[in-house]
C-alpha cells in the first residue's frame, strides 16, 4: 500500500511540474485561438448583459426543444407498441442506455453523499 501511494505521489509531482511548465503556454494558445469570442473591456455591465442575452436565447429555444420532446416521446410510444417487430440489437442498445442512466444516476449518488457507499454523514 505504501509503495503505491509513492506511484501516486511521485506521478502526481510530474503532473504538477508538466503544468507549471506548459499551463501558460497552453493558457496563452487557447485565449489566442479564441480571441473573437473576448469581450474587451470586461466590465460588470458587460457581463450582465451578456448573462441576459444568454438566458433568453435558450429561453426562446424552449418551444423548440418541447416540440423535439414530444416527437421523441412519440416515437418511443409507438416502439413499444410495434415491440414485437424489434431486433434484439435494438433491445440490447435499449438495455445499456437504460443501465448506463442507472449507473450515472449512481455515481451522482455516491458523489452527493460525499463518495460513502453506505450513506449519509449524520
Given at each position: 500500500?505504501?509503495?503505491?501511494?509513492?506511484?501516486?505521489?511521485?506521478?502526481a509531482t510530474l503532473a504538477s511540474e508538466f503544468l507549471?511548465?506548459?499551463?501558460?503556454?497552453?493558457?496563452?494558445?487557447?485565449?489566442?485561438?479564441?480571441?473573437?469570442?473576448?469581450?474587451?473591456?470586461?466590465?460588470?455591465?458587460?457581463?450582465?448583459?451578456?448573462?441576459?442575452?444568454?438566458?433568453?436565447?435558450?429561453?426562446?429555444?424552449?418551444?423548440?426543444?418541447?416540440?423535439?420532446?414530444?416527437?421523441?416521446?412519440?416515437?418511443?410510444?409507438?416502439?413499444?407498441k410495434n415491440r414485437k417487430d424489434l431486433h434484439v440489437?435494438?433491445?440490447?442498445?435499449?438495455?445499456?442506455?437504460?443501465?448506463?442512466?442507472?449507473?450515472?444516476?449512481?455515481?451522482?449518488?455516491?458523489?452527493?453523499?460525499?463518495?460513502?457507499?453506505?450513506?449519509?454523514?449524520?
Open positions: 500500500m505504501a509503495s503505491k501511494l509513492k506511484q501516486l505521489q511521485s506521478k507549471s511548465k506548459h499551463g501558460t503556454t497552453y493558457y496563452k494558445q487557447l485565449l489566442e485561438q479564441n480571441k473573437q469570442y473576448i469581450q474587451e473591456p470586461a466590465t460588470v455591465e458587460k457581463c450582465n448583459e451578456l448573462s441576459k442575452q444568454l438566458f433568453y436565447t435558450r429561453l426562446a429555444s424552449l418551444p423548440s426543444r418541447n416540440e423535439s420532446f414530444w416527437k421523441e416521446l412519440n416515437h418511443v410510444k409507438d416502439l413499444w440489437e435494438q433491445v440490447g442498445i435499449a438495455s445499456l442506455f437504460g443501465l448506463e442512466c442507472f449507473a450515472w444516476f449512481c455515481a451522482g449518488e455516491i458523489i452527493g453523499r460525499g463518495f460513502t457507499f453506505t450513506g449519509y454523514y449524520v
